[in-house]
C-alpha cells in the first residue's frame, strides 16, 4: 500500500508527466484553489489559469497551467490541458510575451466577465512569475 | 521491335524512377515513426476527454437543457460533412478511400432529401469533390504550410464549426479520416461529432457519482467546444500517421515494380542484342561462303 494516489498530465500532443505515489496535488480550480490528497471524492472541475503544484513527500514541483480539466477518480488523477510548462525551466520571455498578450486582450471591451476573470487571474500569476 | 537505343534509353528512365520512388519511401518511413508516435501519444488525451464527457453526460440531470452541441438541435435537416484528406498525393489510396466512403454517405444524406454541406480539410479531397459536389462545399481548408498537425490548427477548424453550428447553418456535423491500423492497414472512418454520440466505450463509463465544481452544465458547456477541437485533433493524426503509411507502401510498390521493369527490359535489351549480333554473324558467314 503506497501513502499516495496515481498522477497523470497529459495535453494533446502527448503525455506530459505519469507519476505513482504522489501524497499531495493542488491545482488552480475555477472557483479557487483546490487541493487533493489521496481518496479524495470523485470530482472534475475546471482549471483557471494558474500553479499546479505537486508533492511528493518532501519534493515538490510547479508547473504552470493556462486551462484545463481535472478528474480525480480511484485515486487516479488526470489532468488534462492544453498549455503546461515547468516554472524551473520555463522562459522568462514566453511569460512575459503571455502576459503582455493578457494585458492586451484585457484591453479590449467585449469580453465577458467569465473571460475577464480568467484573464485577470492570468496576469496575475504571470506577474508574479516574471518578477521573481 | 524497339530498337536497343530506345530500349537502353528506357531502362536509364525507369532507374530514374525507381530512385525516386526509393527515396520517398524513405522520407515517408521517416515521417511515419514521427507520426505514428505523436498519433500513440495523442490517444490518452483523446480517450480522458470522451471518458469525462461520457460521465458527465450519464450524469447530467437535465437532459432537456443541455448544451446543443451534447444533444443536437433537435433536429436532422442539415447535414455537415468534414472531409479531412492530406495535401500531397502519390499516397496510394488513401485519399480515394475517404473519398469513397464520404460519397457513399453523401449519397444517403441527398436521397434522404436533406441538406449536404461540405467542409474539406486538405485540399487533395477538394479536388476530388469539386466535380461532383461544388455546390455542396462551404468552405476548403488547408494547412499546406505547417509541417506536422499540431493543435493549433485542430482548434482553428473547430472553432469554424462551432460557429457555423451557432449560427445554426448546420443540425449534424460527422467528420472522415482514415484511422492508422498498421502500416498497410487504414481504415476510413466516419464519426459523428455533433450531437454527441456515446455508442462506444459504453463499458468505460461507471455509475460512479461524481463532484463537480462548478455546476456540470457548464462544465460541459465549456468543454464540448474543447471536445470538438481535440476530436479533429486525433483526427488530424490518425490522418497523417495513415498518410505516410499509405505513401511508404505505395512508394515500396512502386520501387518494386519499377525493379520488376528494369528487369524485363533487361532481358529484352540483351535478347535483341544477341539477335543483332546472330544475325551480323550470318550475314558475314554466308558471304564467305558465296566467294
Known amino acids: ?132 | 521491335m524497339a530498337s536497343l537505343d530506345d530500349l537502353k534509353k528506357r531502362i536509364s528512365s525507369v532507374k530514374s524512377t525507381q530512385k525516386i520512388t526509393k527515396a520517398m519511401k524513405m522520407v515517408a518511413a521517416s515521417k511515419l515513426r514521427r507520426a505514428q508516435e505523436s498519433a500513440e501519444k495523442g490517444r490518452p488525451y483523446s480517450d480522458k476527454m470522451n471518458n469525462i464527457i461520457l460521465n458527465l453526460s450519464n450524469s447530467i440531470s437535465d437532459k432537456e437543457n443541455s448544451p446543443k452541441l451534447l444533444s443536437g438541435s433537435g433536429e436532422d435537416k442539415v447535414h455537415l460533412c468534414v472531409v479531412m484528406t492530406s495535401d500531397r498525393g502519390l499516397c496510394g489510396g488513401f485519399n480515394t478511400n475517404i473519398i469513397k466512403k464520404a460519397k457513399v454517405y453523401f449519397q444517403k444524406i441527398l436521397d434522404e432529401g436533406k441538406n449536404l454541406k461540405i467542409i474539406t480539410v486538405g485540399s487533395k479531397g477538394y479536388d476530388q469533390l469539386k466535380r461532383t459536389y461544388k455546390d455542396n462545399i462551404i468552405e476548403k481548408i488547408s494547412f499546406k504550410e505547417s509541417k506536422y498537425a499540431n493543435y493549433f490548427d485542430a482548434d482553428k477548424v473547430g472553432k469554424i464549426i462551432i460557429d457555423r453550428f451557432e449560427k445554426k447553418e448546420f443540425d449534424v456535423c460527422t467528420i472522415f479520416y482514415n484511422q492508422f491500423k498498421n502500416v498497410i492497414t487504414q481504415i476510413p472512418q466516419e464519426q459523428q461529432i455533433i450531437p454527441l454520440k456515446n455508442s462506444e466505450s459504453k463499458e468505460n463509463s461507471s455509475d460512479d457519482n461524481y463532484e463537480f465544481e462548478p455546476e456540470e452544465d457548464e462544465i460541459l458547456s465549456n468543454l464540448l467546444p474543447k471536445n470538438i477541437s481535440t476530436q479533429i485533433f486525433k483526427a488530424m493524426l490518425e490522418n497523417s500517421a495513415s498518410e505516410q503509411g499509405s505513401r511508404m507502401s505505395a512508394m515500396d510498390n512502386a520501387t518494386r515494380n519499377a525493379g520488376e521493369m528494369v528487369d524485363k527490359l533487361t532481358i529484352q535489351y540483351n535478347r535483341s542484342r544477341q539477335a543483332a549480333i546472330t544475325k551480323e554473324l550470318i550475314e558475314i558467314i554466308s558471304g564467305a561462303e558465296s566467294l
Open chain 1, 1 to 132: 500500500m503506497s501513502e499516495g494516489f496515481k498522477l497523470e498530465i497529459v495535453n494533446p500532443e502527448s503525455s506530459f508527466l505519469s507519476k505513482e505515489g504522489v501524497t499531495e496535488v493542488v491545482v488552480p480550480a475555477f472557483e479557487g484553489d483546490m487541493g487533493i490528497l489521496k481518496d479524495h471524492i470523485s470530482i472534475i472541475s475546471f482549471l483557471k489559469p494558474g500553479l499546479v503544484r505537486i508533492f511528493d513527500g518532501s519534493n515538490e514541483e510547479t508547473y504552470y497551467v493556462d486551462d484545463g480539466i481535472v478528474e480525480f477518480k480511484n485515486n487516479c488523477l488526470s489532468i488534462l490541458t492544453s498549455n503546461i510548462f515547468d516554472i524551473k525551466k520555463m522562459d522568462k520571455n514566453v511569460a512575459r510575451d503571455a502576459l503582455a498578450k493578457a494585458e492586451q486582450d484585457n484591453q479590449k471591451k467585449d469580453i465577458s466577465d467569465q473571460n475577464k476573470y480568467l484573464i485577470d487571474q492570468k496576469i496575475e500569476v504571470l506577474k508574479n512569475l516574471t518578477l521573481n
